[in-house]
């Protein structure tokens, strides 16, 4: 899979302070670090946002949408726990730096999104950086991605009040989901939740705050 730039020495500088920020936010995953680093956050941003890529911040984009911190999509990353052999839904696509970063980690990535616009521009930055093995898909990501469960792990970039029963369903027994769960107007705890064969457990990783999780098409 190819680099997203050749970068200058200022980039490479820029890069590593990046992945130091990382490590001090309590990133420590190895293979985490190096999508974080392999991929490159400008692609995902447009205009005078491009300069602040490596900034540990959240940047608006388009829709009304931002693209999320990049500690919080390693933090997310890290705890999905995801393999090589993976098959993982992500629910929000956005920029598409989420599920360009679990393309670096898993075998396959599908990820939903309700605003066409956005599906559309994230899947021609996929294709320019040749991330092959992600599709991007126009929907109502709530309701998950029915034909292609049950999946090894589900990554949700935008707040639910629970978990989704819908993505519950087709998370695969042994797999991981992990979901911002709290209302969208206060600040909501990151969940992981694992399925087992006896049902689920869950666990409440840390405070975040994400766009609310919004049902239908944009």
Do not use: W
């Amino acid at each position: 899979m190819s680099d997203a730039t050749d970068p200058t020495p200022d980039a490479q500088e820029a890069r590593m302070r990046f992945i130091y920020t990382l490590r001090s936010r309590g990133v420590t995953d190895m293979r985490v670090l190096q999508a974080m680093e392999k991929i490159d956050r400008s692609a995902f941003l447009t205009g005078l946002f491009r300069e602040r890529a490596y900034e540990d911040t959240p940047l608006p984009i388009a829709c009304g949408q931002t693209i999320s911190q990049p500690s919080v999509v390693a933090l997310m990353t890290e705890a999905l726990d995801v393999g090589p052999r993976d098959k993982v839904l992500e629910v929000g696509t956005g920029s598409g730096y989420q599920a360009a970063i679990l393309s670096q980690l898993a075998r396959r990535v599908y990820t939903v999104e309700r605003h066409r616009a956005l599906a559309k521009q994230a899947q021609g930055v996929f294709d320019a950086l040749g991330l092959v093995n992600i599709t991007a898909i126009v929907g109502d990501g709530s309701h998950g991605l029915p034909d292609q469960a049950p999946f090894d792990r589900i990554i949700v970039t935008a707040a639910a009040e629970d978990p989704p029963g819908p993505l519950l369903a087709q998370l695969k027994i042994g797999g991981i989901m992990v979901v911002p769960v709290g209302q969208s107007d206060t600040v909501q705890n990151l969940i992981r939740v694992h399925r087992q064969e006896t049902g689920f457990e869950y666990e409440e990783l840390r405070a975040v705050r994400f766009v609310p999780l919004v049902e239908g098409l944009g």
